[in-house]
């Protein structure tokens, strides 16, 4: 499986539109290559680099298995009509909190999960929530990496 971001090139800077420092758009990701047997998608994005712990700026699941796609500038919403959630971050903001001026560069991973089955996970939840939840279930990974930072 593949992802990529079509706002930004694997180990490039983030765009400043997709971080905090501007209009905290979430970026437009794009994947292929899903195992058969794909029933839905998770995303998480996040940030190794942070001192403290590693911060959680999005995560969203439950994307539909025939999705290849999200679009750039995803509302904040719990629950969208396609059935896609959206959970808690790192700052328990509902949906993306893009990169903020740490001091110094930090890397933000996009990783996708290929999931057998539509995670039984009500909208809102924590990392630690969906990870638990999707355990057991994912069939293939893939991400990709940005830059932001001084």
Known sequence: MK???KNFDEGAPIPIQYTCDSSDFSPALEWDEAPDGTASFAIICED?????ENHIHWLVYNIPGPAFMLAAKL????????GLRQGQ???????YTGPCSPGGTHRYVFTIYALDAVLK?????NHEQLSAAMDGHILDTARTTGIYGS
């Not at 509302?75 to 396609?82: L, T, V």
């Open 89 to 95: 971050n790192s700052w328990n903001r509902l949906g």
């Open 48 to 52: 190794p680099d942070a001192k403290d």
């Open 3 to 5: 992802i990529k971001s």
């Open 121 to 125: 996970l009500a909208p809102e939840a």
């Open 75 to 82: 509302p904040r919403m719990a629950e969208h009509p396609s």
